[in-house]
């Protein structure tokens, strides 16, 4: 299997990078090129999906006859939950989202909060909150026990910067105040981080340009 990069694209096949306890497997869906990202654990087979964007059919044969116990919703926004519905309705799985954004999520059974933890099988994922591109966005965070960490930042951080805050003064200060202290001042360089569109990237790669970002005010 060639190395992971992370490049996919809507329509063509998911990227599949497997650490010792979890195998992430990325997929695109369209039309707005959204990430879904399914995490299995590899001791006992349990998946958790990372939001149903879109393609409920797509979705479904990438889960496949394993199951899903839970999709994790990364923040409201409607590009982010196309295919939640569908996905929680076939598969029975919990809808997961934290509180401040759940009422404008489809369907949402438990709420989460800043500093829990959602099981994937015997792997453990930390929700972070991190306000300011929606109220309740949240990063998800898995520390490998091999040392490296990887988190999956929704749209609070991309490649070259943090997550749209429409000119909004207030929201861009929370969210770069958030993505600097919750996210780079807690973990390491080489921790690789998934967005919800687009490419990867680690945070080393990126922690330099964050004096860049702030002066810029996007």
């Known amino acids: 299997m060639p190395d992971y990069t992370g490049d996919v694209r809507p329509g063509g096949p998911p990227a599949v990078r497997s650490l010792p306890g979890l195998t992430i497997t990325k997929v695109s869906v369209g039309p707005m090129d959204n ?20 393609e409920a059919p797509r979705l479904l044969e990438l889960i496949g006859g394993a199951g899903l116990t839970a999709v994790i919703t990364t923040h409201q926004h409607r590009d982010h939950t196309g295919a939640l519905a569908e996905v929680v309705r076939a598969t029975g799985a919990e809808s997961l989202a934290h509180e401040a954004d759940a009422a404008e999520i489809p369907v949402v059974t ?8 959602v099981a994937v099988g015997d792997c453990s994922l930390e929700v972070i909150h991190i306000v300011g591109h929606t109220p309740g966005s949240i990063t998800l965070a898995y520390r490998d026990p091999s040392g ?31 993505v600097e202290t919750k996210l780079f001042g807690r973990f390491a360089d080489d921790t690789w981080f998934y967005p919800g569109h687009g490419k990867d990237s680690t945070l080393g790669a990126e922690r330099p340009s964050l004096p860049e970002w702030r002066a810029r005010g996007w």
């Open 35 to 54: 990430n879904a990202y399914l995490l299995r654990c590899n001791a006992d087979g349990s998946q958790v999906l990372i939001d149903a964007a879109n």
């Open 148 to 178: 490296t960490a990887h988190l999956w930042t929704g749209d609070s951080l991309f490649p070259g910067g943090v997550g749209n805050t429409r000119k909004n003064r207030k929201n861009f200060e929370s969210l770069i105040g958030d």
């Open 110 to 117: 438990r709420t989460l909060t800043d500093g829990e933890t």
